[in-house]
């Protein structure tokens, strides 16, 4: 069993669209958990990090943790084109490895 | 240029070769990564430093060597390359290892092993 999984998609959503993207994982120590955003051809850019459970908004963003399912989301209100990238989930216990999902490809459509 | 980067960023090689990729960052960062990035598999780590001299070996280290003998550089060495290794290799940069600190990822080598 993979630490972490991550549906891959791809997922198409219309500009405007909430997207909902989604990990598991099996790792009861993983503290720290964080979403990168990866445009083709490029390296991950970090775009949001959480401590243990519960919420953070970054504008458009919203993280979310639950530890108790091992279950965290990432949301995108108001969805533009240009947040068409591949979506990676990412975590970390207290050990200094982190373990990303697959990742997810997104496309926002005009 | 203020940043990370990989040198070279297309390579070719044949099985048995030697191979090193190339890291250099500006920012004077502690931690430094390597990782590969496959279909199916995602990111996994390879190796990482804490420090110049400091290295460990992370979730798939075996058939890489990795040296810090500057902050600023990790190279990458696959001593006698495999078709197994053709892959995508980004290398990151961090001041500390744990999730509060941004992890900058470079723009990453396209490896192919014929």
């Known amino acids: 069993q993979k630490e972490v999984e991550q549906d891959p998609g791809p997922l198409s959503v219309p500009e405007g669209a909430i997207v909902s993207l989604n990990c598991t994982y099996s790792?009861?120590?993983?503290?720290?958990f964080m979403w990168y955003r990866q445009y083709s051809r490029k390296g991950p850019e970090l775009l949001m990090y959480t401590y243990s459970s519960g919420n953070k908004e970054d504008g458009r963003f919203t993280a979310q943790v639950d530890k108790s399912s091992k279950y965290i989301s990432l949301f995108i209100r108001d969805s533009q084109p240009s947040d068409s990238a591949t979506y990676l989930c990412?975590?970390?216990?207290?050990?200094?490895?982190?373990?990303f999902g697959t990742g997810t490809s997104l496309t926002v459509i005009p | 240029d203020a940043g990370i980067t990989q040198s070279p960023r297309y390579k070719i090689t044949e099985t048995g070769r030697q191979v090193t990729l190339m890291c250099h960052q500006t920012?004077?960062?502690?931690?430094m990564f390597w990782y590969r990035q496959d279909l199916g598999h995602g990111l996994r780590l390879i190796y990482y430093s804490a420090a110049a001299d400091i290295t460990d070996k992370g979730e798939v280290p075996d058939g890489y060597v990795v040296s810090r003998s500057k902050t600023e550089n990790f190279p990458l060495t696959l001593e006698s390359a495999t078709r197994s290794q053709t892959s995508v290799y980004f290398c990151?940069?961090?001041?500390?290892?744990?999730?509060?600190?941004?992890?900058?990822f470079g723009p990453g080598t396209r490896l192919t092993v014929l």
């Open positions: 920012w004077s960062h502690s931690y």
């Open positions: 790792n009861s120590a993983f503290q720290y």
């Open positions: 990412a975590m970390k216990g207290t050990g200094n490895q982190f373990y």
């Open positions: 990151a940069s961090s001041w500390t290892s744990d999730g509060t600190d941004t992890q900058y």
